[in-house]
């Protein structure tokens, strides 16, 4: 049973893994995880009348974020708050295209909108999604990825928050299963990587 109780507010924010054509045809929820955890919770739980909102925007990144925080995640006053983010940064800072996320930059950034957070909705509960790659390629995306998922964790535990191992998840199914299995191309999952987050999410905030 999931612990977001009747009559409460789940909010998603984060890049187009969570947008998923959300602001247009697919609206308001998209067609991605954000969707089918919805799917899951009128499946498993019909009884609970939860308010679900999608704030996802493809192609930001942590600072993105900050520039509409307040807009788009505070203003809201959402009981629970799920944030996923940090694929776009990694490659801002590898390919250096501006505004370039560099690891100090992202963990500045993603501290100060956790303390901004906590200060102003000093009662609701936060859970992070760490970023990923759907690929056992080595290359240069999944030898720096690391870092980025590191900083995450290390929010996690600064905050106290729930916590997703988006990326340790799909490296476990990738002992069994091609890549394509999951996705088009490593970043944006099909639906099958996005029911993977989705029950991730749904298991971690559950009871």
């Known amino acids: 049973m999931l612990k977001i109780n009747n009559g409460q507010t789940i909010l998603f924010i ?66 629970w708050l799920s944030i996923k983010i940090g694929i776009n940064d990694v490659h801002s800072f590898l390919r250096q295209a501006p505004p370039i996320v560099d690891l100090e930059l992202f963990e500045k950034t993603y501290d100060d909108i956790l303390s901004q957070t906590k200060k102003a909705l000093p009662k609701c509960q936060i859970l992070l999604i760490e970023p990923f790659y759907i690929s056992i390629e080595k290359n240069s995306v999944l030898r720096t990825l690391p870092k980025y998922i590191n900083i995450v964790r290390t929010m996690s535990e600064k905050y106290k928050t729930e916590l997703v191992r988006t990326h340790e998840i799909f490296v476990n199914l990738l002992k069994f299963h091609q890549a394509d299995v999951f996705c088009p191309e490593p970043v944006h999952p099909n639906f099958t990587g996005h029911l993977v987050i989705a029950e991730a999410v749904y298991n971690i905030l559950s009871e």
């Open 14 to 79: 984060g890049d187009s893994i969570t947008d998923c054509g959300r602001r247009g045809n697919n609206r308001p929820l998209g067609d991605g995880y954000v969707k089918f955890f919805s799917d899951f919770l009128i499946i498993r739980e019909p009884q609970k009348q939860i308010k679900i909102i999608n704030k996802g925007i493809s192609g930001n990144r942590i600072t993105d974020l900050r520039d509409r925080w307040t807009d788009d995640a505070l203003r809201h006053e959402p009981d």
